[in-house]
Every structure is written in C-alpha cells, then in structure tokens.
T-cell receptor, first 114, second 114 residues
Framework: DQQVKQNSPSLSVQEGRISILNCDYT??????FLWYKKYPAEGPTFLIS?????DKNEDGRFTVFLNKSAKHLSLHIVPSQPGDSAVYFC?????????????FGTGTLLAVQP | EAQVTQNPRYLITVTGKKLTVTCSQN?????MSWYRQDPGLGLRQIYY???????DKGDVPEGYKVSRKEKRNFPLILESPSPNQTSLYFC?????????????FGEGSRLTVL
C-alpha cells in the first residue's frame, strides 16, 4: 500500500509561471516531509523539507506547504525556470527526519517550457 | 569533490549470475543505504547501514545482500539475480541518522536481468 502518493505523473508549465506539485499521504504518524529533485542520469538531490509543527517553509523560489488535516503537501516553484525540469519526489517520515525511515512517493515529472 | 560513487552504471546480466554493485562515499558518512526505483513505485529502500558492521533490512530486502566492512563502502550483492530485480539502483549516504532527512545519492546503476 502506497503511503505517500503523487497522483500526477507529469506536469507541464510555462517558464515564469508557478509550478505546483502535489503529494498526499495516508499515515497520520508522519511528522517530517521532504522534496527531492532528480535530473536524468543523476541521483536525487535534497530540495526542501518541512516539519509537521509548521505549515509552510520557504527557500528562495521554492515553498512547501503542509495541510495536516488533509494529509497533503505541495511544492510551489515561483517563477518556474527551464532548469527546474526534473522529476520531483516527495518523502515522509514518522521519525522526524531520520534517514533510515523515509518513505518516498512515485515522483512527478515537471517540464518547464521556455 | 564530495560524492557517492556507484559502479557499474549500466549492467546487463543473465538470471542466476552473481553480481555486485559497488558504492563508495568520500564524505565520512556513517549512514549508507540502497534504494531501487521502479515505475509507479518510486524509491524503495533495500538495505541500510548505520555504521561499520551494522546493517538492517529496508522495505524490499529479498534477493539482496549487503556488507559494511569499511565506513566508505557499502556494496550491494545479488547472489542469484532474477528478472524482477531489473531496476534502477541508488546508493545514498548521510551523517548518521540525521534529523534533516537529507540523503546524498549516487548517480544510479541501471541493471537489466535477462
């Protein structure tokens, strides 16, 4: 059973517009959430995280929103750039950010069109 | 340059022929792990190691072995590969069981078992 779900396999956005990537989870014990970004032929790289005690975390053009009641988090990229084109994985943990307990989603391929 | 290095990057083999995928990190990380990425399933943890001589099963350990004799190396062993182990494999490392969830991934090893 997939505890972390990314229901949109792909998303296409125009350069300069906002990209919104969504992630839903089922385990109410999850208390820490992350986004990783993956380019082709490379490994995933950490992008941004959020603890369940917060509902928003911002880092430059990237903002993650957490809605605990809906068990939903989203990643906003504003403005989107062609270099943001990649696969984005959300991940969750019920043990803080303990790296041995991360559950990853299936990924969303973002294509930013020039 | 800080990195996680996997070899081979690409491999085609046949059922039953033992193989080893090597992983080495130069960041003096205590924690290392292996993931496999499959379409529609995301990243799933195979095995992890919290330190030298300490290993534990992840979510999908069947058919795999690991060893951690040195801090920098964490090879993944497929004693008798089967076609269902055809996948993209990632090695990752971090400073202990960090509470940031930040893993450093290798570039991946694409394995095909015929």
């Amino acid at each position: 059973d997939q505890q972390v779900k990314q229901n949109s396999p792909s998303l296409s956005v125009q350069e300069g517009r906002i990209s919104i990537l969504n992630c839903d989870y089922t385990n109410s014990m999850f208390d820490y959430f992350l986004w990783y970004k993956k380019y082709p032929a490379e490994g995933p790289t950490f992008l941004i995280s959020i603890s369940s005690i917060k509902d928003k975390n911002e880092d430059g053009r990237f903002t993650v929103f957490l809605n605990k009641s809906a068990k939903h988090l989203s990643l906003h990229i504003v403005p989107s750039q062609p270099g943001d084109s990649a696969v984005y994985f959300c991940a969750a943990s019920a043990y803080g950010g303990a790296t041995n307990k991360l559950i990853f989603g299936t990924g969303t391929l973002l294509a930013v069109q020039p | 340059e800080a990195q996680v290095t996997q070899n081979p990057r690409y491999l085609i083999t046949v059922t039953g022929k033992k193989l080893t995928v090597t992983c080495s990190q130069n960041m003096n990380h205590e924690y290392m792990s292996w993931y496999r990425q499959d379409p529609g399933l995301g990243l799933r943890q195979i095995y992890y190691s919290m330190n030298v001589e300490v290993t534990d099963k992840g979510d999908v350990p069947e058919g795999y072995k690991v060893s951690r004799k040195e801090k920098r190396n964490f090879p993944l062993i497929l004693e008798s590969p089967s076609p269902n182990q055809t996948s993209l494999y990632f090695c990752a490392s971090s400073f202990g069981l960090t509470n940031t969830g930040e893993l450093f991934f290798g570039e991946g090893s694409r394995l095909t078992v015929l």
